[in-house]
Antibody, heavy 116, light 112 residues
Framework: EVQLVESGGGLVQPGGSLTLSCAAS????????MSWVRQAPGKGLEWVGR??????????DYDAFVKGRFSISRDDSGNTLYLQMNSLKTEDTAMYYC????????WGQGTLVTVS | DIVMTQSPLSLPVTPGEPASISCRSS???????????LDWYLQKPGQSPQLLIY???NRASGVPDRFSGSGSGTDFTLKISRVEADDVGVYYC?????????FGQGTKLEMK
């Protein structure tokens, strides 16, 4: 059974940092591209960024609002995806989901980040 | 960047009746590899989103055949042939043809 379990969310002050983790199981994590998607309270879905598999170069792409503040990485030996977030703003308050590509066929339950 | 526009944003439906949601992109979603990367998701109340349709018209595993996706280029449609109570929630289209990926604003389907 495919599972994605996010952790690391919490309350952080503006300007602070936080690292989210996503533990993957039930599939060959190293072969898969992964994305992060966020959802502000009561709002729609917003793509944050993605990381390719190592075989595809392991490179990353981000939405412009990230502007160098966020960084996605992966640990294929530990089947874990990360989202390092720096210089957090109040508008980064959201539920953060890790999702499996292609087609976002599996989503985690999300981890809530509150910047206040 | 590609902008996705859904309509309507609110969709009251009588159970058993059909429903249709439109999704338009600001640029063609036809990729150079020949695929059109347009997906549909449903977020039920209190849950994570779930994949319904991928590549415009392919139902995801376990999705009832009441759901169908169609379209090409910049115009896409999600249809539900007979709405059931379990279909309530917010429906999103998303393009993954180019980064940044982009979601539509969401269409809230509710029962009349």
């Amino acid at each position: 059974e495919v599972q994605l379990v996010e952790s690391g969310g919490g309350l952080v002050q503006p300007g602070g940092s936080l690292t989210l983790s996503c533990a993957a199981s039930g599939f060959t994590f190293s072969n898969v591209w992964m994305s992060w998607v966020r959802q502000a309270p009561g709002k729609g879905l917003e793509w944050v960024g993605r990381i390719r598999s190592k075989a595809a170069g392991g490179t990353t792409d981000y939405d412009a609002f990230v502007k160098g503040r966020f960084s996605i990485s992966r640990d294929d030996s530990g089947n874990t995806l990360y989202l390092q977030m720096n210089s957090l703003k109040t508008e980064d308050t959201a539920m953060y989901y890790c999702v499996r590509e292609p087609h976002f066929d599996y989503w985690g339950q999300g981890t809530l980040v509150t910047v206040s | 960047d590609i902008v996705m526009t859904q309509s309507p944003l609110s969709l009251p439906v009588t159970p058993g009746e059909p429903a249709s949601i439109s999704c338009r992109s600001s640029q063609s979603l036809l990729h150079s590899d020949g695929n059109t990367y347009l997906d549909w998701y449903l977020q039920k109340p209190g849950q994570s989103p779930q994949l319904l349709i991928y590549l415009g018209s392919n139902r995801a595993s376990g999705v009832p055949d009441r759901f169908s996706g169609s379209g090409s280029g910049t115009d896409f449609t999600l249809k539900i042939s007979r709405v059931e109570a379990d279909d309530v929630g917010v429906y999103y289209c998303m393009q993954a043809t180019q980064t940044p990926y982009a979601f539509g604003q969401g269409t809230k389907l509710e029962m009349k």
